[in-house]
């Protein structure tokens, strides 16, 4: 499975991005994808998966209301709506994938795509 991560860039505090994940390869088979962040000096945290088996989602609190994960199957594209950015959501931004259920430890995602970089001023 290959993953190309798009969508980053620079914007206001309180503005908005998506963020797209197009997946290539064995994408036949049930799989789920998660985005994670990571800011400069942290670890690698959970921000949102979906599962492509029964569209079943979940979000770090941190997220939660502002930030909606969705899949267009007949792209193999997962996006990833960010609203109301605040400037501690400044990070590089990866998309994973896993084939089974959907889990939130990055330790269990084997596929990775690149990262794309979100700055949020201030």
């Known amino acids: 499975v290959q993953l190309q991560a798009s969508g980053g860039g620079l914007v206001q505090a309180g503005g908005s991005l998506r963020l797209s994940c197009a997946v290539s390869?064995?994408?036949?088979?049930?799989?789920?994808v998660a985005w994670f962040h990571q800011a400069p000096g942290k670890e690698r945290q959970f921000v949102a998966a979906i599962s492509r088996s029964d569209d079943s989602t979940n979000y770090a609190d941190s997220v939660k209301g502002r930030v909606t994960i969705s899949r267009d199957n007949s792209k193999n594209t997962v996006y990833l709506q960010m609203n109301s950015l605040k400037p501690e959501d400044t990070a590089v931004y990866y998309c994973?994938?896993?084939?089974?259920?959907?889990?939130?430890?990055?330790?269990?995602?084997?596929?990775w795509g690149q990262g794309t970089q979100v700055t949020v001023s201030s």
């Open positions: 994973a994938a896993k084939y089974g259920s959907l889990l939130t430890d990055r330790r269990l995602y084997p596929y």
């Open positions: 390869g064995r994408t036949f088979s049930p799989y789920t």
